[in-house]
């Protein structure tokens, strides 16, 4: 079967987050198979898709693993599948993707971006868990729990500086959420295209750090806009592919925006 590797929130190769994509003919083969082609492809997410018969609430199913585990939603990854439908003709308009997190809409613009709609994280505020600042190298300016769709431990630092300075003890961040941290501060000069800057370490699903998430961006965005006031911002993941994601908060549910580069077309052979 044809397996492509996709460059998702950016608009040019090696750039942004790589994700495998696989179309699958039918129904999801054996949760051990597509563990080994996520372990074999080893980036920070594989997404498998198969369609779905007409006259349901949505088109095709939708599956995501990193190397270590399958994760409950992925952002990237689904911007990868839905670059992958529209380039090569297997899916016109919209897309409706069935996923563990509900029915995800993915809709293609004419410049080339794609809009994914997805669940707005709810975010709670939580006391920085002791240890915390001596993990990540930094000291939380506050934290949230994300929710279960996110898994992850949010914190704001002082400043884009810090958050770019970071380099954390990766097996210590392990112990304070599901997935993994987010680090994020307010950008230092928005003349430079972005409102707020992001680092996303995942240790529990074994990414040390991921170059650019859309999931987590359903959390940057609603604390960001109450912080900023505008519903609709611009996020820099400062991953050294660096990424952008444009993010519209909509009560309930978070608009992620972002273009996709196919960079390998081949065939998976196992």
């Known amino acids: 079967m044809r397996i492509r590797i996709v460059d998702a929130f950016t608009d040019r190769p090696f750039a942004g987050n790589p994700a495998g994509v696989l179309l699958l003919d039918d129904a999801f083969p054996e949760d051990d198979w597509l563990q080994h082609v996520a372990q074999e492809v080893n980036h920070a997410e594989t997404a498998f898709a198969h369609r779905l018969p007409d006259g349901g609430e949505a088109d095709w199913a939708l599956r995501w693993f990193t190397p270590a585990a399958e994760v409950a939603m992925c952002g990237h990854a689904t911007l990868a599948t839905a670059h992958v439908l529209h380039s090569t003709g297997a899916h016109e308009g919209p897309v409706r993707f069935a996923t563990r997190s509900g029915v995800l809409v ?83 000069d928005p003349a430079r295209g ?16 991921d170059p650019v998430t859309g999931s987590a961006h359903t959390a940057l965005a609603p604390h960001w806009s109450a912080r900023l006031g505008r519903d609709d911002l611009t996020g820099l993941q400062a991953s050294r592919r660096t990424g952008l994601v444009r993010t519209g908060l909509r009560g309930e549910r978070t608009l992620l925006v972002g273009r996709a580069v196919t960079v390998i077309d081949g065939e998976l052979l196992a």
């Open 106 to 188: 993915a809709t293609p613009g004419a410049d080339g971006w794609i809009t994914l709609d997805f669940p707005t994280a709810p975010l709670a505020r939580v006391e920085v868990p002791a240890g915390v600042a001596d993990a990540l190298g930094a000291e939380p300016v506050v934290a949230y729990d994300t929710g279960p769709h996110v898994g992850d431990l949010l914190v704001e630092l002082a400043d884009e500086k810090t958050v770019l300075g970071l380099a954390p003890d990766l097996r210590a961040l392990g112990a304070y959420s599901a997935r993994g941290i987010i680090a994020t501060a307010r950008a230092e």
């Open 194 to 209: 972005y409102d707020f800057v992001s680092r996303c370490f995942f240790p529990n699903v074994g990414i040390d750090e």
